[in-house]
């Protein structure tokens, strides 16, 4: 960053020599931001003073710069979208978070339901589209990735699915983010206008439809925050694994997916689809706010417990969340 500061400077700086190089630290929020260089005038003369109001002037033109890169109500490195009268839009490139809440309190949640990239700035291939296959050997069901692979809420693309929890979880983390707690899910769907049944046209939920529709598309499907789409569309894992409903029988061992390698768990009696089948004592990973075709069912309280973590669940989807 360059920011030049036009100062006329008193007789006492004679010794500057003109387009000398300062460096400016400004700490700002914990951060440190640096003005590389500051543009002293030539054409000052023995007993000048300094301007009070230009120095003023100066100043307040170096913090409005610093606040477009920093804004008290949005994420660092993401800047206010000052056009969202009615939400706290936040950016960063393609990438659009809301603000939830208010004070200490407060996070940021994906304003649109994720969608899987390549890049950082959602260019290249779109993954999860039609088929598990289609993420790349080096990001794979377990989450063990050699390459990484990024989740953005991007306008005008269709949410990514089938994908496991354990790819859900690295693709938020690889991107400055996590998956929402079952609480902040909740808290940002707050608001959400519940249709029961709908097509989703006109902007509203979809949840009787045959498929998603695109993000961006839901105007009339918004929270009190300005999430979208909380409610049907698609699925949305969230960072809660609970004990699914079970016979009591000894665990199943012919876990295969997400390659458990052998690895257990210890006094779970439950039980959970892994897209192989049902497998007592494995958890569930919690999918929220339902799918296209749920109907009535889907809303803010609709809960899918019948998952396990390693399922690459083609109506699996989901959101992020950042906190300061």
């Not at 913090?63 to 660092?76: M, S």
């Not at 940002?188 to 519940?194: E, K, M, R, V, W």
């Not at 012919?254 to 257990?264: E, K, L, P, S």
Request: net charge negative.
């Amino acid at each position: 960053m360059r920011i030049h500061i036009d100062l006329n400077v008193p007789g006492w700086t004679k010794w500057l020599v003109a387009g000398v190089a300062i460096g400016v630290v400004l700490g700002v929020g914990g951060a440190r931001v640096y003005a590389d260089t500051v543009d002293v005038k030539t054409d000052w003369q023995p007993g000048d003073t300094l301007a009070a109001d230009d120095l003023n002037a100066n100043f307040a033109s170096l913090k409005a710069a610093i606040d477009q890169l920093k804004h008290p109500d949005c994420p660092e490195d993401y800047v206010l979208d000052t056009s969202a009268q009615d939400r706290v839009l936040c950016t960063k490139g393609p990438d659009e978070v809301v603000k939830v809440g208010t004070g200490g309190s407060a996070f940021w949640i994906d304003r649109y339901e994720a969608t899987i990239w390549g890049n950082t700035n959602a260019t290249g291939a779109q993954y999860g589209l039609s088929s598990a296959t289609e993420y790349p050997s080096t990001f794979p069901d377990n989450g063990e990735y050699t390459s990484p692979l990024y989740a953005l809420s991007v306008s005008g693309k269709k949410p990514s699915t089938y994908m496991t929890w354990f790819q859900a979880q690295a693709a938020c983390r690889l991107s400055g983010k996590r998956l929402p707690t079952g609480e902040e899910w909740l808290m940002a769907a707050l608001g959400t206008p519940d249709p029961d049944a709908h097509s989703g046209e006109g902007g509203f939920c979809v949840t009787d439809a045959s498929g998603p529709r695109n993000t961006g598309g839901a105007s009339a499907c918004v929270s009190r925050w300005g999430a979208e789409d909380m409610i049907g569309n698609v699925w949305e894992w969230t960072a809660e694994w609970y004990l699914a409903p079970g016979d009591g029988t000894v665990p199943d061992a012919t876990w295969t997916r997400a390659t458990f390698r052998g690895d257990g768990t210890s006094n779970v009696v439950s039980s959970a689809h892994d897209g192989d089948g049902w497998h007592v004592g494995l958890p569930v990973a919690v999918l929220r706010g339902g799918r296209w075709a749920n109907g009535a069912r889907a809303g803010r309280f609709d809960m899918g417990m019948d998952a396990a973590p390693s399922y690459p669940y083609y109506a699996a989807g989901l959101r992020c969340v950042l906190t300061r």
